[in-house]
């Protein structure tokens, strides 16, 4: 069982990974309307991606015999300067992220809620991954900034990102 702090606390993550899935779709039709359909590829799986970060909480709050309650999901931002300025989004966004799941931490902890501290250890290492993804996109997308053939390349590479669903004991 979980409190209802932490029931609310984590219904709200909840969401804002589906905010995060809402965010990175509004990229990816960003960058189609762009001609860029490498880069909306590597944006729609983030997006599923995201989903997935979303219904591991919803999993996990089910399990522990608490509501899950779903509200209504921000509509993102739809337009950017620049491809520079989408990655740079990106990385701030997943910043963002790891604030947010390190307060999630430390309110079970402070909760003395230990299961649900040792269920956030999964984000707080894919926030690590997160993080690296995107600074990584955003020094190749630097790098192409005034290269129309390094940009090419880069959207040919973006094309290649698959989707794989998490695994069924991390779902
Ligand atoms: Fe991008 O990691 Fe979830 O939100």
């Known amino acids: 069982m979980v409190n209802e702090i932490m029931e609310k606390a ?6 804002a990974e589906f905010y995060s899935a809402y965010l990175y779709l ?9 001609n860029l359909p ?8 983030q997006a599923k991606e ?3 970060h979303a219904i591991k909480f919803y999993n996990y709050i089910i399990r522990r015999g608490a509501k ?14 620049s491809n520079l300025e989408v990655m740079e989004h990106v990385l701030k966004h997943e910043q963002y992220v790891t604030s947010l799941i390190n307060d999630l931490v430390d309110l079970a902890i402070e909760q003395k809620d230990h299961a649900t501290n040792n269920f956030l250890q999964w984000y ?3 926030q690590v991954e997160e993080e690296e993804n995107a600074m990584d996109c955003l020094a190749k997308v ?3 900034k005034d290269n129309p053939q390094v940009l090419y390349d880069l ?12 695994a069924p004991e991390d779902q």
């Open 50 to 52: 995201e989903q997935d």
């Open 142 to 144: 630097r790098l192409a």
């Open 124 to 126: 707080v290492n894919e």
């Open 68 to 81: 899950v309650t779903l509200t209504t999901i921000e509509g993102p931002k739809t337009e950017w300067d």
């Open 38 to 45: 490498g880069f909306a590829n590597y944006m729609e799986v």
């Open 155 to 166: 959207n040919n590479e973006f094309a290649t990102r698959v989707y794989t669903p998490l």
């Open 26 to 34: 509004s990229m990816a039709a960003y960058f189609k309307n762009n």
């Open 10 to 15: 984590l219904n709200e993550q909840l969401n």
